[in-house]
Nanobody, 127 residues
Framework: EVQLQASGGGLVQPGGSLRLSCEAS????????ITWFRQAPGKEREGVSC????????YYSDSVRGRFTASRDNVKNTVYLQMNSLKPEDTGFYFC????????????????????WGQGTLVTVSS
């Protein structure tokens, strides 16, 4: 069982930056990747970044590639999402999710493959 705690959301102006954190805890930290999703009001949940525990490889959606960077601290069991050059369309609740068994990169942004979900943290990009 893995519990996920997301934090770091807030209000930021367009062009600004935020860093989100997702801390994993539990009796058995058995996960192979952690992915960030976001959901804006009235829109479907969208996967934005995958980070594989073994090797640390990452994958991003087209909408955030080049602006967002996922990283990890294995000692703290925490995954970060550094978000730069934020745009109003980046506004939404950001969730982190974990999967026990590794999946191919082409599936890692698909929400249905995840076993564990954290609560969302709200990011608002507005002037």
């Amino acid at each position: 069982e893995v519990q996920l705690q997301a934090s770091g959301g807030g209000l930021v102006q367009p062009g600004g930056s935020l860093r989100l954190s997702c801390e994993a805890s539990g009796s058995s930290l058995d996960y192979s990747l952690i992915t960030w999703f976001r959901q804006a009001p009235g829109k479907e949940r969208e996967g934005v970044s995958c980070l594989y525990r073994s090797g640390g490889s990452t994958y991003y959606s087209d909408s955030v590639r080049g602006r967002f960077t996922a990283s990890r601290d294995n000692v703290k069991n925490t995954v970060y999402l550094q978000m730069n050059s934020l745009k109003p369309e980046d506004t939404g609740f950001y969730f982190c999710a974990a999967r026990a068994v590794r999946v191919v990169v082409s599936s890692c942004l698909n929400s249905i493959v995840y076993d564990y979900w954290g609560q969302g943290t709200l990011v608002t990009v507005s002037s």
